[in-house]
């Protein structure tokens, strides 16, 4: 059997080195190696060459395990488990040196995700997961926020890169913010997840946001005590993800919902 604590030890170790690597390169300078919905949703070199060392780490570890990455997709497993990666969140962070990009690296046995670690490559700031086992930052148990009054909650989001989904989201933004104490985009979702789990952020969410964007990130904060859902009943995805403590999910969540969140292109 598969056990999360061994999947998160094997998660951490190739994270770490994930996370090296793409300091190194950076500091040898980023190249743009291609662009993917628009012109400003880049690819670095550096985010290939990240995953395919995540893709050798796990192959040499664990053969027969799949791995589902952003960059180059997903195969064929011969066993229960199903990596799932995001060698770079945060590209455009990454691409201008702002120190808020990481390493994303969950494991899934039976489509269910069991462990998980985010790793701020700039920082070493380190969060991890176990289902049921709670979530952690440097050794350091996590909770989320106490905060109850939505209007006081500090919310994280993030916008997407094509013109007409950032507008909508801008609308979406406009709606809300009168009822929030503020707004925060950091521009890294799985940091973004973490940061609601260690009560830095009180609650986040987004459209738009892809398994190996929110896999390890998620984990952690619903392993700190957050509701981490989609909208109107449905399970977080591509149309939604909102992560926030059970006393504010709710108010949150009808405005959004209200607002048509999940809408638009």
Known sequence: MDQP????????????????????????GVDVAATKSTATDVVTAADRAVEQH???????????DAVLGEEYGGG???SAVRWILDPIDG???YLYDLPQYAVSLAAEVDGVVVAGVVRNA???????????????????RLRVSAETELGQALVGTGFGYAAERRLHQAR???GLIGHIRDIRRLGAASLDLCLVAEGV???????GLNPWDR??????????????TGLDGNPPGLDMVIAAPPALHPRLHQLLSDLDASGGP
């Open 5 to 28: 604590a061994e999947l998160l030890a094997l998660a951490v170790s190739v994270a770490r080195s994930a996370g090296d690597l793409a300091n190194r390169m950076r500091a040898e």
């Open 215 to 228: 896999a390890a990130g998620g984990l952690v904060a619903a392993e700190a005590g957050a509701l981490v």
């Open 76 to 78: 064929q497993a011969r």
């Open 122 to 140: 700039a920082t070493g700031r380190e969060w991890t997961a176990t289902l049921g086992g709670g979530a952690f930052c440097d050794g350091r």
């Open 201 to 207: 952020l009180d609650a986040y969410y987004e459209k």
């Open 172 to 174: 979406v933004l406009a």
């Open 91 to 93: 590209t455009v962070n």
């Open 54 to 64: 995540v893709r050798d780490e796990l192959h040499k570890a664990r053969p027969d």
